[in-house]
């Protein structure tokens, strides 16, 4: 015969005290890790979702990053010729030669300077983006020395409104729109003609990468072979969804740190519910007695302590859950180990996050009730009828 839940319910009110503090040390556990889990899955949306299918991704052979490829420009006539490519609003193979370098900017707070990944790209590097929304102004001018700014940069740093000039390379450069990557990498970026950025860096002669737009997603695939394996190019190319999706490395300390805190907090929190159920079974030893003696099973007993057990972590991961939401959609940022630059980011409380959550609750739940349950369905029922 089964316990009752009511029961359990009943007796966590009755000792609101203990049932609060426990409830509210599972609930700072809860908190930490899904303060860790949403800034893994904020990191790791703006990388995946910053690729395109369609979009093939040329680099010298070897280099992993666009920051440290280059190759010579000869080579762009053969690869926007390959075949399989998309054509462009005029027609034209969809192609873009681009620079990509990383300057530093003043954050608009005034707490210090950032690395900010600038893209010189060519015209079709715009249609190449389909999913990259102009919000302000308008797209730079081909051969000007004008820029459009993300959302992010343009809220997060210094002259970054429309109409301001921003300072680096061999002078200003006007700033003359402001899009919208919808959280993607892109968001973290500042875009300008491809030409103008190579004379002010010195890099004229070549490309640090190139994009092609291919026809469909399965033409995507035979260009990726096409460019790998073209003797004349001695280039690679790759999805442009494998590129940044190799990029979620830059949240492994984030992981690592996260996760050894959680871990300890969590071992305190499962200690914290021990200690309350422990304390359950001594103030409640008579009532435990009789339950035996109008025939309760120590099977039942188990299952209920153990349960009272779950429902104090479950009511622990709600308050958690709950003082996590104000952040969720917090934008912050981190070190991108592949660019050396900052990337932005949100962070995302996905239902996979609150899943999670709930379930590492539930585990510390149930380590921290099992032991104390095993206790009070053993003990001797005349000894408890007598204390």
Do not use: C
């Given at each position: 015969m089964a316990i009752p839940i009511r029961y359990n319910i009943r007796n966590l009110k009755l000792r609101k005290g203990l049932t609060i503090m426990t409830a509210l040390g599972i609930a700072l556990t809860v908190t930490t890790a899904?303060?860790?889990?949403?800034?893994?899955?904020g990191l790791k949306r703006a990388f995946v979702t910053s690729g395109d299918p369609q979009n093939v991704l040329v680099l010298r052979k070897g280099s992993e990053a666009e920051l440290t490829g280059g190759f010579d420009a000869t080579a762009f006539p053969v690869l926007k010729n390959l075949p399989g490519i998309a054509k462009d609003s005029h027609g034209e193979p969809m192609a873009s030669g681009e620079w990509v370098v990383v300057i530093v900017l003043p954050r608009k707070d005034g707490t210090g300077e950032v690395n900010v990944t600038v893209r010189g790209m060519m015209p079709d590097g715009l249609e190449l983006r389909p999913r990259v929304k102009l919000v302000e102004g308008r797209w730079f001018t081909p051969g000007q020395r004008e820029v459009v700014?993300?959302?992010s940069i343009h809220n997060r740093f210094s002259h970054a409104n429309v109409g301001d000039a921003m300072a680096?390379?061999?002078?200003?450069?006007?700033?003359?729109?402001?899009?919208?990557?919808?959280?993607?990498?892109?968001?973290s970026e500042i875009w300008g003609d491809v030409n103008q950025m190579a004379a002010d860096f010195d890099r004229q002669g070549g490309f640090s990468s190139a994009y092609l737009r291919a026809a469909d997603p399965v033409s995507a695939d035979a260009l990726v072979h096409r460019v790998s394996e073209d003797q004349r190019l001695k280039l690679e190319g790759?999805?442009?969804t494998e590129y940044y999706a190799k990029q979620t490395a830059s949240g492994t300390p984030i992981r690592i740190i996260g996760w050894i805190v959680a871990v300890i907090m969590a071992i305190g929190s499962s200690f914290a519910a021990m200690n309350t159920m422990y304390a359950a079974v001594a103030y409640r030893g008579r009532e435990i007695a009789t339950l035996r003696v109008i025939g309760f099973t120590?099977?039942?007993?188990?299952?209920?302590?153990v349960l009272e057990s779950l429902l104090l972590s479950l009511l622990g991961a709600l308050v958690g859950i709950v003082l996590m939401l104000p952040f969720n959609g917090m934008t912050t940022g981190t070190s991108n180990q592949v660019t050396f630059s900052e990337i932005v980011f949100s962070l995302r409380m996905t239902p996979a996050v609150v899943g999670t959550a709930i379930g590492f609750a539930l585990i510390?739940?149930?380590?921290?009730?099992?032991?104390?349950?095993?206790?009070?369905?053993?003990?001797?029922i005349i000894a408890a009828l007598r204390d």
């Amino acid at each position: 015969m089964a316990i009752p839940i009511r029961y359990n319910i009943r007796n966590l009110k009755l000792r609101k005290g203990l049932t609060i503090m426990t409830a509210l040390g599972i609930a700072l556990t809860v908190t930490t890790a899904i303060f860790i889990m949403a800034l893994l899955a904020g990191l790791k949306r703006a990388f995946v979702t910053s690729g395109d299918p369609q979009n093939v991704l040329v680099l010298r052979k070897g280099s992993e990053a666009e920051l440290t490829g280059g190759f010579d420009a000869t080579a762009f006539p053969v690869l926007k010729n390959l075949p399989g490519i998309a054509k462009d609003s005029h027609g034209e193979p969809m192609a873009s030669g681009e620079w990509v370098v990383v300057i530093v900017l003043p954050r608009k707070d005034g707490t210090g300077e950032v690395n900010v990944t600038v893209r010189g790209m060519m015209p079709d590097g715009l249609e190449l983006r389909p999913r990259v929304k102009l919000v302000e102004g308008r797209w730079f001018t081909p051969g000007q020395r004008e820029v459009v700014v993300s959302q992010s940069i343009h809220n997060r740093f210094s002259h970054a409104n429309v109409g301001d000039a921003m300072a680096f390379g061999k002078g200003p450069w006007q700033v003359v729109g402001v899009f919208d990557a919808g959280g993607s990498a892109y968001d973290s970026e500042i875009w300008g003609d491809v030409n103008q950025m190579a004379a002010d860096f010195d890099r004229q002669g070549g490309f640090s990468s190139a994009y092609l737009r291919a026809a469909d997603p399965v033409s995507a695939d035979a260009l990726v072979h096409r460019v790998s394996e073209d003797q004349r190019l001695k280039l690679e190319g790759l999805l442009e969804t494998e590129y940044y999706a190799k990029q979620t490395a830059s949240g492994t300390p984030i992981r690592i740190i996260g996760w050894i805190v959680a871990v300890i907090m969590a071992i305190g929190s499962s200690f914290a519910a021990m200690n309350t159920m422990y304390a359950a079974v001594a103030y409640r030893g008579r009532e435990i007695a009789t339950l035996r003696v109008i025939g309760f099973t120590k099977p039942s007993i188990l299952t209920s302590f153990v349960l009272e057990s779950l429902l104090l972590s479950l009511l622990g991961a709600l308050v958690g859950i709950v003082l996590m939401l104000p952040f969720n959609g917090m934008t912050t940022g981190t070190s991108n180990q592949v660019t050396f630059s900052e990337i932005v980011f949100s962070l995302r409380m996905t239902p996979a996050v609150v899943g999670t959550a709930i379930g590492f609750a539930l585990i510390m739940g149930l380590l921290g009730g099992m032991a104390p349950a095993w206790h009070a369905a053993g003990r001797d029922i005349i000894a408890a009828l007598r204390d």
